[in-house]
């Protein structure tokens, strides 16, 4: 089976639709991990963008740790973790983006130290979920401020009925989503190009 088989089979099995919005996937990447599954995601990932010399994976916290390390070990290059805030004070040292969230009605300032991207990197950026595109665009922002280039961004499961993947080719940026969701209609997931399960 391919990395996007293995991926689209454990969604149909252990994913939960909660509302015609939310899929939870808290039994393998939202809570608990499968490692296993994480390290073919990642495999993915490198192969996706194996045309572009990474030098760094950048993701944000939480969910999205696990899938930028499993790629980062394969091409042993380092992540960083964007940090989460409710609001920054000292931000001398950092690159920093506000990311607003509409599900969650919340704003956070997301950042990176200084010290650990710059202008000779070139940057994938992973995330577990693409549903607005807020917290993309605001990776987007921190590797733009840092002065790297950014390869792409690489989503475990896009919600392709929200507006983030448009948002995020339209700022003429590579999107390479793993698993996409067409929708959560009746209870039931949906892929792009396939029935209903
Ligand atoms: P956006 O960045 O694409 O605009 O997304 P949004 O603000 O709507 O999402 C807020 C949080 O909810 C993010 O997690 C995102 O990953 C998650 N999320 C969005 N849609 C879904 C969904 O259908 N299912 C699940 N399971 N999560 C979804 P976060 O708050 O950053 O949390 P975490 O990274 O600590 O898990
Ligand atoms: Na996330
Ligand atoms: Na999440």
């Known amino acids: 089976k391919t990395q996007v088989e293995l991926l689209k089979e454990k969604i149909r099995q252990d994913g939960k639709v909660l509302s015609e919005e939310v899929l939870k996937v808290d039994s393998f990447l939202n809570h608990q991990i499968d490692p296993v599954l994480m390290q073919e995601i990642g495999k993915e990932f490198v192969a996706r963008f194996s045309d572009q010399n990474i030098t760094k994976i950048v993701t944000i916290e939480s969910s999205g740790i696990a899938p930028a ?101 339209k700022a003429g940026i590579r999107l390479e989503s793993l698993a996409e969701l067409q929708s959560l209609q009746d209870g039931k997931v949906q892929f792009v190009g396939e029935e209903a399960f």
């Not at 409710?86 to 950092?94: E, I, R, V």
């Not at 595109?133 to 002065?147: R, S, T, V």
């Not at 280039?149 to 507006?163: C, L, S, T, Y």
């Open 69 to 169: 390390t499993m790629a980062g070990l394969i091409l042993g290059v380092p992540v960083v973790f964007a940090r989460k805030r409710k609001s920054l004070t000292l931000t001398d040292h950092l690159y920093s983006a506000k990311v607003h969230s509409f599900t969650k009605n919340e704003s956070n300032d997301i950042s990176v130290s200084k010290d650990f991207i710059s202008n000779e990197d070139t940057v994938l950026l992973i995330d577990d979920f693409l549903a607005n595109g807020q917290a993309a665009l605001g990776l987007i922002d921190i590797a733009e401020q840092a002065g790297a280039k950014i390869a792409g961004v690489g989503i475990v499961i896009e919600k392709a009925f929200q507006p983030g993947g448009e948002l995020i080719r």
